[in-house]
């Protein structure tokens, strides 16, 4: 949720936090800081809002300084605040601490510290934490890096850190549970960081912390990494960085989410690659090949996943029990973890993370292990949290998504659902060698249907300037696309502001059409499927109360087109996988609404990209 970046070498490490800083600003922008060893101790300098009110804040401070930490905030405990920002420093001022997760016995071990005296200068839950550590070395005369870990055996919850002392200026002592946290490997230098993105510049060799890990990085010295319950030391596992540079710009784009919208053509091709080959009737996902007899056998499938996961999640229940004919159940994870749900041995849980990071969906993949499911997870970043906690999986291939609101990842996902569909179909025999052979010809085809939508931007951002001044709008879609409906209310909400709802279009007169008047936009799915001729009722129910409606249909469709206010032509592709291509008008239009209306389309407020707290 927030991001976190710390250095310690020979380099100056004020402009590396702050650059990487910038890059982790998608995991939240509330507030800013970072802290500095220096001759006189530890310098803090922290501000309310973004990277930039920090490094104006900072211009005229002394930074230098061969280590530090920084962090970006998404607020949960206390409002985003300079006093509340991260680093938080001990009493003495000799401890500096940020932190990604949340404390959930931090009132307890609040009283305690209040109890014997410490004061607090903020609400969050980070600044127990600095204090705690603090206690732990004055009363019981260990090393700071010991008492971090004796600290930790006192916390329920979840986090990253990295903690900075005065005593030992060059070293970082860092910590992981249930937060990502990763550490680079230089010349003589440590970069860490949420995720590679402030690490990619400098270095491809990371190790990868453990749940349980605290880690103790010296410039010139080996990492050392213990167990935070048992102290036993555990030797670090080096790996490569799966992530490149030029892929963490803009592009020439004005922003990453326009970026991202217009790589959905690679990134969907990159999810294929290796995994289709249409000459050779072949669909094989690697990841699972070990676990393939468990999904051919499995009961049922439930899939969790928040947000824009859970959208791909609904789309792949249309796709696995059309084609695999295996109920599928789709859970949002944070509801699945505290219902007590039925899980047995039989079932398969798919896991769908862009990040890897969630916190809910990493909980219900524990449930469902500790109930004996076999769990495959699908997500993009390579060694997250996901990838390690799953028996098996695989990665999307959609490269990193900087913006907040998801576009490629979506797309990636369900390519790969649909693969998983495919691949598991054709092995049971549950789908025709004609109807296989038609599928993966279509599938072949997606991205080069989806480059020919991504023209219709211009008519698309003219369509935009109709929903500047409204207030609400409502997002219909049958089958298969109703799924689609939902994401693309999601987006337009989250990036405009405006109140959006997605409905199955049938589900309209059961209540939303109470909201309809000449004020309501009412954009429809309306592509060429099986329930066309009982979408195009639904549209002139709407027209009769006044409605507008904004269409997407299938290129050259007269009946809708002519029945629409504004209509979206797309290309024509089976209607299993029309969401692969339908989603995307409804991603250009939220884009350009948001721009026009004058929104931080990137940065969207209250929101961050990886939900790695509850």
């Known amino acids: 949720m927030c991001g976190i970046v710390a250095y310690t070498g020979c380099k100056e490490a004020y402009p590396i936090l702050i650059k990487g800083l910038r890059r982790l600003e998608y995991r939240g922008y509330d507030s800013a800081g970072v802290a500095l060893s220096q001759e006189n101790g530890i310098s803090v300098y922290k501000c309310r809002g973004t990277v930039a009110d920090l490094d104006e804040y900072c211009s005229d401070k002394n930074t230098v300084s061969h280590a530090g930490i920084g962090h970006t905030r998404w607020a949960t405990h206390g409002e985003p605040t300079t006093q509340n920002a991260h680093p938080h420093l001990s009493e003495d001022g000799k401890l500096a601490l940020i932190h990604n997760g949340i404390v959930e016995n931090y009132l307890v071990l609040k009283k305690e510290l209040m109890n014997r005296g410490y004061e607090f200068k903020s609400e969050t839950d980070t600044e127990v934490l600095v204090h705690l550590v603090e206690d732990i070395i004055k009363t019981e005369q260990v090393s700071t890096f010991e008492a971090v870990r004796i600290a930790l055996t006192s916390v329920v919850g979840t986090y990253a850190l990295a903690l900075l002392s ?23 230098e440590y970069f860490i960081g949420s995720d590679g993105t402030p690490i990619v510049e400098y270095t491809k060799k990371v190790v990868y912390l453990d749940d349980g890990d605290v880690a103790l990085a010296r410039p010139g010295k080996k990492l050392e990494i213990r167990n935070i319950n048992d ?40 999810s294929m690659r290796g995994r289709l080959n249409v000459r050779k009737d072949v669909v094989s996902l690697g990841g699972i090949i070990e676990y393939e007899q468990k999904l051919m056998n499995a009961r049922r499938f439930i899939i969790v996943a928040c947000g824009t996961s859970w959208h791909a999640g609904n789309v792949a229940e249309y796709l696995f029990e059309n084609l695999v004919r295996v109920p599928v159940e789709v859970e949002y994870a944070s509801e699945f973890r505290y219902r007590n749900p039925l899980i047995y041995e039989d079932d398969v849980v798919i896991a769908i993370s862009q990040s890897g990071e969630t916190a809910d969906t990493i909980a219900a993949v ?24 799953t028996h098996a999986g695989s990665y999307t291939h959609a490269g990193p998504e900087i913006g907040v609101a998801s576009t490629k990842a979506f797309t990636a996902q369900v ?84 109140h959006a709802e997605g409905y199955p279009s049938a589900e309209m007169k059961h209540g939303p059409i109470a909201l309809i008047d000449e004020e309501m936009p009412v954009v429809v799915l309306a592509t060429e499927q099986e329930t066309y001729e009982k979408t195009v009722s639904n549209i002139q129910e709407v027209i009769a109360r006044k409605g507008k409606i904004i269409s997407v249909v299938t290129r050259g469709d007269q009946l809708v087109k002519a029945m629409s206010d504004f209509c979206i032509e797309i290309p024509e592709t089976l209607e299993l996988l029309t969401p692969l291509i339908s989603c995307v008008p409804l991603q250009l239009l939220a884009y350009h609404v948001a721009v026009l209306r004058g929104c931080d389309v990137d940065k969207p407020r209250n929101l961050a990209k990886s939900v790695s707290v509850e």
């Open 166 to 188: 005065a005593d030992e200026p060059d070293q970082l002592i860092l910590a992981k549970k249930g937060s990502p946290l990763l550490i680079g490997m230089g010349d003589n």
């Open 366 to 389: 524990e449930l469902a292990k500790a109930k004996g499911a076999t769990v495959i997870g699908i997500c993009n970043v390579v060694g997250s949290t996901l990838a390690r906690a």
């Open 415 to 498: 390519t790969v659902l649909t693969l998983m569909a495919l691949g598991l179909a054709r092995k049971k025999g549950t789908l025709s060698m004609s109807e296989y052979h038609t599928i993966i010809n279509s599938l072949e085809e997606i991205p080069n249907k989806v480059q020919e939508t991504l023209k219709l931007n211009d008519q698309i951002k003219e369509i935009a300037k109709y929903f500047v001044s409204k207030t609400n709008a409502i997002y219909l879609g049958r089958g298969i696309n109703f799924p689609v409906a939902l994401e693309g209310a999601l987006k337009l909400k989250e990036i405009s502001y405006i």
């Open 231 to 270: 102290n036993a030391k555990k030797r670090p596992y080096l790996q490569k960085l799966e992530m490149n540079l030029d892929q963490l710009e803009k592009g020439g784009f004005e922003h990453y989410m326009l970026k991202e919208i217009f790589e959905q053509p690679k990134a969907i091709r990159d």
